[in-house]
């Protein structure tokens, strides 16, 4: 009982208007697992060069996130992100991109990560995303991460990928480019016929929303008043939410809705401080005192409205 | 106990990528107050002209909305407002406005008037909303609207209003725009320490969220395929809103927070057709049907996270 993430192990150099930091961890598997670690056990399934030192897996380490499928390329360098936002922290500006040992990545799961319960499929290229899919026949959940340089690029690959997976989440502008259609109402029933039986869509400071076939569910985002770095939200949101679902016995409309509460929970924390660094030294009472806020700040009572005076036909 | 509205009566020649209206009945009072008729009595303070027909005073006598205080200047013709929208329908384009009467309207209020318990002042010019201010000092609760074009020319005038309102109701970029402030939380608090004790912030597509000194609450907007036409949208929200508190013996962050939703409920079958011809036909079934779909979709049980297993420090 279980859950897997694929995706990236990165070194992030980031710049805020609030500060920077030169070299940190990052990535999306990175995000996720420390972020999942919270509510469940962990596998990660990424590469990393030869400089990723004691340091980085010690983190992994205290989180007991398992780094069996972790693979070290002795002699290659880790992938690298330069990245910078603006006082619109809601827009990442990429300087540069050093793939280095990511660029020929070919996960390998072990026997045990194919026997996971639940997999994360984090944001990298389509076919090696459907190719781990198909290594994970048995999961009782497989969810779905990606961006537009994927729905820009590999459209029928990606088309093809989602067709197997059972949830998709991705952001509101892609959830519409991906599925052509500028209502998000319209664009996820377009994309809930394609196979998933679940999307959600981020929606930054403006909350969340989990689209199924029969049921709509949507939240509003923490409130904060200073949001110091946005790296990795989107992963740590996906974290709380898998993580708590792995927790649950039963996976039902219930889990999912409560799941997307810890998922937020979650990212509103990451971005307080500089990538992982809020998240890692969070507790189970911060969570759950966030938990309840969400409660609080979403309550109301159903009273339907009746007129006691004269009528309006 | 009655909701008073001061504000503009329109025609409105209106046209979006589904389909044009020459001429409607248009205007925040009349959005307001159409809307606002579904839960309370309205008085209505507002200017038309000599081609303000019976057609038109029939649509505010089905509604009983109290027509007194519309004053009627034979020999001009009534604000005419000229729109245009886009496939995306957030932006309104105003092709041309002719202001006609509505350039010396001077609100005059009946002794009923003066006595109403709430009171919407919509959008017009600061100096005026003040001056109508001035004259309900018993009143148990008034509201304020505005826009960018006020913030934009008479920022100071503005500013004193919105110091002797209870509550100002804006969207997204006003508030921001208004506090000089890109985070909406410190906006909100900025806002709030002008003197309203509470700030209502429309976000269109995202919902809308409550600012009070101690309390947060945030809502979806109700799912919808298709947007036909949003204007008078804010309008018809404030009309469910005041409306609603109108009903209400008392009114506390509870009551505000149902409020909240019923002005929802109205904006969401506002945007549904032209003008103001969905809200006209509404049945309080339908309102209320609307009203319990919004609990559904942002319900979810309050179930704080155990970790059973082996637990992370």
Do not use: C
């Not at 192990?9 to 030169?22: C, N, S, W």
């Not at 998922?263 to 924390?269: C, D, I, K």
């Amino acid at each position: 009982m279980s859950l897997l993430v694929v995706g990236s192990v990165a070194f992030d150099a980031v710049e805020t208007p609030f500060g920077k930091r030169d070299q940190m961890l990052g990535g999306s598997a990175s995000h996720f697992s420390i972020s999942a670690s919270f509510f469940t056990d962990v596998r990660v399934v990424a590469v990393v060069g030869g400089d990723f030192s004691s340091d980085e897996l010690a983190v992994f380490a205290k989180h007991h996130v398992d780094t069996t499928d972790l693979e070290v390329v002795p002699d290659g360098e880790t992938f690298r992100w330069f990245g910078r936002y603006e006082y619109d922290l809601n827009v990442a500006h990429t300087l540069d991109t050093h793939l280095n040992v990511f660029a020929g990545f070919e996960p390998k799961l072990s026997d045990a990560s194919k026997n996971s319960r639940l997999v994360f499929l984090g944001n990298i290229q389509p076919d090696l995303q459907r190719g781990v899919r198909a290594q994970v026949p048995n999961a009782e959940l497989v969810a779905l991460d990606t961006m537009n340089l994927w729905i820009d690029t590999t459209r029928e690959s990606l088309q093809k990928t989602i067709e197997v997976v059972d949830l998709l989440i991705v952001n509101d502008a892609e959830a519409r480019q991906l599925a052509e259609e500028a209502n998000l109402i319209k664009a996820a029933r377009k994309i809930l016929s394609w196979g998933p039986h679940t999307l959600i869509v981020k929606r930054g400071e403006y909350g969340a929303a989990m689209f199924t076939k029969d049921e709509y569910f949507a939240i509003p985002a923490y409130p904060l008043e200073s949001v110091f770095d946005p790296t990795g939200a989107g992963d740590t949101f996906a974290g709380g939410f898998m993580g708590y679902l792995s927790s649950q016995e039963t996976i039902d409309e219930a889990a999912m809705r409560r799941a997307m509460i810890f998922g937020s929970v979650m990212a509103s924390f990451n971005v307080e401080e500089f990538g992982t660094e809020r998240v890692r030294r969070l507790t189970h009472d911060e969570i759950n005192e966030r938990f309840r806020a969400f409660k609080r700040m979403t309550y109301f009572e159903e009273i339907p409205f009746e007129r006691v005076a004269q009528a309006t036909k």
